[in-house]
């Protein structure tokens, strides 16, 4: 089956650091990713579509300059957060899907703290 | 506009103690439901895909279900590994991202 493998999967780190996560998928090639962010107890809440070869796709209130997304080939993704600060701290979650009607398949999510 | 509700948001079992699971959907051209699992620090496990009414999935104590307005994901003889939070999403219409329930938390007693 698909796989989507996420990285790192916990980072704690000072406020003002730039912070990159991976989303990668494994076993097959993915021109669209999703990074999503959830707070405990919630569900899940889009942040922006990853696009191969071109910008990504930001939804309303999501800070571009913030969240930066690199999809640079078919099986990566990267988000970077830039100048983190304690309230960009959640759980960030990665998902590919094969086309546009198979089901979207989840890395296991970084969870990122600021101190 | 394009809706998503999960019922109970809670559920709290026995072990043994079969139920069901509502995702109702209120969308424009549904082009598939798919049911997630998710344990807590987690991403969403995959689980079924159910694209036209009156089609069923199984797998192990689970069997998905839907029809033209909702579905249903019951679970037979639940075991305590069951517990977890079980998620609903729908394709609609041209729009390539997955619209979300707020999901059901399942708790199963030993």
């Known amino acids: 089956g698909a796989v989507v493998s996420q990285h790192p999967s916990w980072v704690i780190c000072k406020s003002g650091t730039s912070v990159k996560i991976e989303c990668r998928s494994l076993d097959f090639q993915a021109t669209t990713m999703f990074w999503y962010r959830q707070f405990p107890k919630q569900s899940l809440m889009l942040m922006a579509t990853s696009n191969e070869g071109s910008k990504a796709t930001y939804e309303q209130g999501v800070e571009k300059d913030k969240f930066l997304i690199n999809h640079a080939s078919l099986t990566l993704s990267t988000l970077t957060v830039t100048s983190a600060h304690p309230e960009d701290s959640s759980f960030y979650i990665c998902s590919a899907g094969e086309n546009s009607n198979q089901p979207q398949h989840f890395g296991d999510g970084t969870r990122l703290s600021i101190l | 506009e394009d809706q998503v509700t999960q019922s109970p948001e809670a559920l709290r079992l026995q072990e043994g103690e079969s139920s069901s699971l509502n995702c109702s959907y209120t969308?424009?051209?549904?082009?598939?439901l798919f049911w997630y699992r998710q344990d807590p620090g987690k991403g969403p496990e995959f689980l079924f895909t159910?694209?036209?009414?009156?089609e069923e999935k199984e797998k192990e104590r689970l069997k998905a279900t839907l029809t033209k307005k909702e579905s249903f994901l019951h679970i037979t003889a639940p075991k305590p590994e069951d517990s977890a939070t079980y998620l609903c999403?729908?394709?609609?219409?041209?729009?390539?991202?997955?619209?979300w329930g707020l999901g059901t938390s399942l708790a199963v007693n030993p």
């Open positions: 969308v424009s051209g549904l082009r598939g």
């Open positions: 999403a729908v394709y609609a219409g041209n729009n390539r991202k997955l619209i």
């Open positions: 159910l694209y036209s009414a009156g």
